[in-house]
């Protein structure tokens, strides 16, 4: 049987947080064995809100690197930056004219994203992002998109363009699907339990770079709920749900089965688990990302990977050019 085609990215937008981590990172190398995963760190989609050169240079080269501190291998896994494969923006000239103003107008996340923001000061690019978006999915044939919870709203409008394009141009595009964990697919933030956890946003926020007191300091003052019972139960107890959640995803069980380990439990004993657990998995990702850091390692994998993944791309983006008229005469 043909491995599935799996793809995946991270916006260079800021420091990376604990729930990128136990959203997508943490468990992305279990893919590596199912399909052949296509990760790639989104740096045109950063340029998005207005971001600082050097900024998104150095948050780039963090994602690189903690994907490899993730146990991403190079040898099973195509790790690349976007802007590598100019592929993605020559496709996204040609979808944007397959999506439409009224879908992209619903997106959740351009709205959330741009509410506070006049009008004069949000460019294009965020209105089109999901076209890129999509762009990104259907170059690698991908089947399988790991994401978090707040991303699937635009693969399920990927899902719509591959169907709408296929429907007029015959059998061209792969149907993708978003693979979202059973636990830690929506983390939310520490001071609100009711706002995801998001780089863009840091409050309540657990970044991937924080010292292990900064981290147990973050969970020992999360804000809890009413009642004293270590229940999971996200309408009535958003804030012990959360630390469940985080508790659960970083030993890898189920929401059930850390129940059971805190039953009886008082709030600040079940903080302190909490607190132990992640950062004894945080300390030792953090040596492993010091170590990719120090001898530039991701350098050489980006290159290699930029190599593989132009190949993968042009060829869709060719058979996308003839299927739409375009004429593609070899050099
Ligand atoms: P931004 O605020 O810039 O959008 P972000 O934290 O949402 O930052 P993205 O780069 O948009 O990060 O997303 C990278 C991946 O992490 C996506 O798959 C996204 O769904 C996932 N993700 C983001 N936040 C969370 C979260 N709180 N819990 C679980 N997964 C998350
Ligand atoms: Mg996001």
Redesign the pocket.
């Known amino acids: 049987m043909k491995k599935s085609r799996i793809l ?7 420091k ?5 981590y ?4 943490k468990h992305l190398p279990e893919t590596q064995d199912e399909g052949e995963p296509f990760i790639f760190i ?1 740096d045109l ?2 340029l998005t ?1 207005p971001i600082d050169p050097e900024e998104l240079r150095q948050n780039s080269i963090d994602i690189a690197a903690f994907y490899l501190a993730a146990g991403l291998d190079p040898n099973k896994s195509t790790l690349f930056l976007q802007s590598s494969v100019s592929a993605h923006a020559e496709l996204n000239a040609i979808m944007q004219n397959y999506l439409y103003m009224g879908e992209l107008s619903r997106m959740t ?1 351009f709205k959330d ?1 741009t509410t506070k923001m006049n009008d004069s000061a949000i460019g294009l690019g965020i209105f089109a992002y999901p076209v890129l978006m999509a762009c990104d999915i259907i170059l690698y044939d991908a089947n399988i998109v ?6 699937v709203q635009h693969v399920e409008l990927t899902r719509d363009l591959v169907k709408r394009f296929n429907n007029r141009y015959g059998n061209i595009l792969v149907m993708p699907e978003a693979k979202l ?1 059973k636990v ?5 933030s520490l001071s609100d339990p009711t706002k ?6 840091p409050k309540g926020d657990i970044f991937l770079k924080d010292d292990m007191k900064t981290v147990r300091k973050k969970i020992m003052s999360a804000v809890t709920d009413l009642g004293s019972e270590v229940k999971y139960d996200p309408v009535n107890k958003p804030g012990i749900s959360n630390l469940l959640a985080i508790y659960a995803s970083t030993k890898d069980i189920s929401i059930e089965e850390a129940e059971k380990e805190f039953v009886g439990y008082r709030y600040g004993d079940f903080k302190k688990a909490v607190a132990d657990a992640v950062c004894a998995d945080l300390e030792a990702f953090q040596a492993r990302y010091q170590h990719i850091i120090d001898t530039k390692e991701y350098e050489k994998v980006l290159k290699d990977g930029a190599i593989k993944a132009r190949k993968v791309a042009n060829e869709t983006l060719k058979r996308v050019q003839n299927a739409v008229g375009l004429l593609t005469y070899e050099e």
């Open positions: 995946t990215g991270i916006k260079p937008t800021g990376l947080t604990l729930g990128n136990l959203g997508v990172l989104a989609h950063a809100l996340q994203k790991p994401v978090g919870e707040d991303q964990r830690g697919a929506r983390i939310m995801k956890m998001s780089k863009s946003d």
